[in-house]
């Protein structure tokens, strides 16, 4: 069993920039591959981000790659997902996952935090 909670959605104006944090407990968290994906309305859930259990390899959507980040910090069990130059087409409900296989997603899903992207 994996739980995770995300924080740190909210409103912003476009070209702002937030950090979404995923909390996890339960299963040993710094063994897994962890990622973000983001579910806009009336569309399906698509990948966002993903980094190994170092943290020394990360990949992005090409719709995010070279303004959003992830990170995580293992001694504290936390995932982040800084996100800058913020776009209206970002707007989406943001889901923390894991333990995911390369781009697959795990069986562990947060409750989602709300990012709004206002123009």
């Known amino acids: 069993q994996m739980q995770l909670v995300e924080s740190g959605g909210g409103l912003v104006q476009a070209g702002g920039s937030l950090r979404l944090s995923c909390a996890a407990s339960?299963?040993?968290?710094?063994?897994?591959?962890m990622g973000w994906f983001r579910q806009a309305p009336g569309k399906e859930r698509e990948f966002v981000a993903t980094?190994?259990?170092?943290?020394?390899?990360?990949a992005y959507a090409d719709s995010v790659k070279g303004r959003f980040t992830i990170s995580r910090d293992n001694a504290k069990n936390t995932v982040y997902l800084q996100m800058n130059s913020l776009k209206p087409e970002d707007t989406a409900v943001y889901y923390c996952?894991?333990?995911?296989?390369?781009?697959?997603?795990?069986?562990?899903w947060g409750q989602g935090t709300q990012v709004t992207v206002s123009s």
């Open positions: 980094i190994n259990w170092t943290g020394g390899s990360t």
């Open positions: 996952n894991g333990p995911m296989k390369l781009f697959t997603p795990g069986a562990y």
């Open positions: 339960g299963q040993t968290f710094n063994s897994y591959r």
